[in-house]
């Protein structure tokens, strides 16, 4: 199942070679800390870590986390994506080619054991690709990203934030 065609994982590597790109996760730090906290959540991946910089927040917050998994396919040496009780999609639903949009949740869906955390930015980035597009290549409202996701997953507490919002989910009971 193709998750990122090899001339966006090109760009991409490209993008992550500035030091201000992927700093969204840092804002996350306490939410995900206290939704590993309230649910008894002991293992995290980080899909679309980025330079795990989730990581070095959560470590700040003495955050309590028995396994860390980072995957980005723009850092190859983290492996493959892991299943874990907790796996939080910051900044990165947004950035996904559209046409793969689907087997990309499909791809979140078999690693959520428990809960996930998805934030998702609805409006334009700052940054531009290469090739002269706009950084988020899907631009769309709140209600169509919960429609989508609502294919996948049981949603669970949502919250607006500044031009997006992050949603928590669950596992959908097979019907």
């Known amino acids: ?3 990122i ?6 760009q991409q590597k490209e993008l992550h ?3 201000m790109y992927g700093m969204a996760s840092l804002q996350y730090g306490e939410t995900v800390k206290s939704t590993m906290n309230e649910f008894g959540l002991r293992t995290l991946c980080d899909y679309g870590a980025g330079k795990q910089r989730l990581l070095t927040k959560l470590k700040e917050l003495n955050a309590d986390i028995d396994a860390y998994y980072p995957y980005d396919p723009s850092f190859p040496e983290y492996g493959d994506a892991k299943a874990a ?3 939080v ?12 949009l689907d087997n990309v949740l499909l ?3 078999k690693l959520v054991v428990k809960y996930g955390l998805f934030t998702v930015h609805t409006g334009p980035a700052g940054k531009i690709l290469a090739d002269g597009r706009n950084a988020h290549l899907i631009q769309q409202p709140i209600n169509w990203w919960l429609d989508k996701l609502r294919n996948y997953f049981t949603l669970g ?3 607006e934030k500044g031009a997006g919002f992050w949603v928590i989910v669950k596992p959908k009971e097979e019907e």
């Open 1 to 3: 199942m193709t998750l």
């Open 17 to 19: 070679k500035n030091p």
């Open 107 to 109: 791809d979140l869906k």
């Open 89 to 100: 999609c910051i900044d990165v639903l947004e950035h996904i080619e559209p046409e793969l």
């Open 85 to 87: 009780d907790l796996v």
């Open 5 to 10: 065609s090899k001339e966006y994982l090109e």
């Open 157 to 159: 507490t949502r919250q």
